[in-house]
């Protein structure tokens, strides 16, 4: 069955942007019981400052999970340790380091630079022997280098889980189905002991939606949500994130 997982806000949207967009913990929390009772089964949780702004902070995601755990308990919370241009990767390395979470998303292109071979081994064995973790690839360079890091045993002992991304780094940040082509062109290619167990997809701009429909046909897990896309698939937007999941849900029913 596919898994659908929202991602209500993400790191740099406002509510400038859409008034929907949760900024506080609470609002995040009730965001993600709506979406879940449209049909997410999953949340990727970013916090925020009081003025918007994107934040890593041990402390407040512990107590957003707890919060998740008391008011939507069946669903599961992924944390991000996006840098979104703010942090770097020691800091983003700190956090996964001290955080108690369920499941977690890492950009192997952010938390590898800057670090040596022997800080990244410690760190990624360390993490993935307590966590759930899910690997962020923005291209094949970047599916590429993770395939390496397993292939070095520096990433061990771990059914390998990764996030594809359609057009974050496009023209207008605007994805497209064939996007999706190459990623799963690279993984035929690996042997199997190779090959990630977990896949998902999301999706920037318009056409998120047609391009989730495209990966869970191709068998993939999807994320949906404001951090990628504003637009239902007949271009007007979504009054909330709520929409988005129903409609995708909708769309996956036809």
């Not at 400038?16 to 929390?29: C, G, K, R, S, W």
């Not at 902070?57 to 707890?66: D, F, G, K, V, W």
């Not at 997809?201 to 896309?229: K, P, W, Y």
Request: aromatic share 6%.
């Amino acid at each position: 069955m596919t898994l659908i997982m929202v991602a209500p806000n993400g790191a740099r949207r406002t509510r400038q942007d859409h008034a929907q967009i949760p900024i506080t913990d609470d609002e995040l929390v009730q965001t993600a019981k709506a979406c879940f009772e449209a049909g997410a089964s999953a949340l990727h949780a970013h916090i925020r400052n009081a003025d918007q702004t994107h934040l890593l902070n041990t402390a407040r995601y512990q107590q957003l999970i707890h919060k998740m755990n008391q008011v939507v308990p069946d669903m599961r919370v992924q944390v991000t340790s996006e840098a979104a241009g703010i942090y770097a990767s020691d800091q983003q390395i700190a956090l996964l380091e001290t955080l108690e979470a369920p499941w977690v998303s890492l950009s192997i292109r952010e938390v590898c630079r800057d670090q040596s071979d022997e800080r990244l081994t410690s760190f990624f064995r360390a993490l993935c022997a307590r966590t759930r973790v899910q690997f962020i690839v923005y291209d094949l360079d970047d599916f590429s280098n993770l395939i390496e890091l397993k292939r070095r045993e520096m990433i061990a002992n771990i059914e390998l889980e990764v996030l594809y991304v359609l057009g974050r780094y496009a023209q207008g940040q605007q994805s497209n189905p064939r996007d999706l082509e190459p990623f799963i062109e690279f993984r035929e290619q690996l042997p199997p002991s190779d090959r990630p167990s977990h896949e998902m997809v999301c999706a920037f701009g318009i056409s998120q939606i047609e391009c989730l429909t495209h990966a869970a046909h191709a068998g993939l897990d999807l994320r949906i949500g404001f951090e990628n896309g504003i637009w239902l698939p007949d271009g007007e937007i979504a009054s909330d994130n709520a929409s988005l999941v129903r409609a995708l849900v909708d769309a996956l029913a036809t």
